[in-house]
Nanobody, 114 residues
Framework: FEFVESGGGSVQPGGSLKISCSDS????????IGWFRRPLGKDYEGVAC????????YYADSVKGRFTISRDSDKNTVYLQMNSLKPEDTAVYYC????????WGQGTQVTVSS
């Protein structure tokens, strides 16, 4: 696995961003894939994940109703649509396998600030 995250940026509170996760070495449709985040100076936190078989989704309480995880099989990409962003969403965001973590990618920085 070699996850590559992209699409982060800086937005004001209440704004939206859509970040992407791709992998040139594996088929993301075959695995449970999740989004994690790591605020500065803190540990990794699971944010959302999507199953491999039926695309069931799971969200942390802190993002439920605001974030949406999805797949595009044709592009071998998993997305995280983030709406109503809050300053506490500021972190580096990573994708990985929630049930069998592998090496972390470089992540993508999301900054929410006025």
């Amino acid at each position: 696995f070699e996850f590559v995250e992209s699409g982060g940026g800086s937005v004001q509170p209440g704004g939206s961003l859509k970040i992407s996760c791709s992998d040139s070495r594996s088929n993301l449709d075959d695995i449970v894939i999740g989004w994690f985040r790591r605020p500065l100076g803190k540990d990794y936190e699971g944010v959302a994940c999507i199953s491999s078989s039926d695309d069931n989704t799971y969200y942390a309480d802190s993002v439920k109703g605001r974030f949406t995880i999805s797949r595009d099989s044709d592009k071998n990409t998993v997305y995280l649509q983030m709406n109503s962003l809050k300053p506490e969403d500021t972190a580096v965001y990573y994708c990985n396998r929630p049930n069998a973590l592998v090496s972390w990618g470089q992540g993508t920085q999301v900054t929410v600030s006025s």
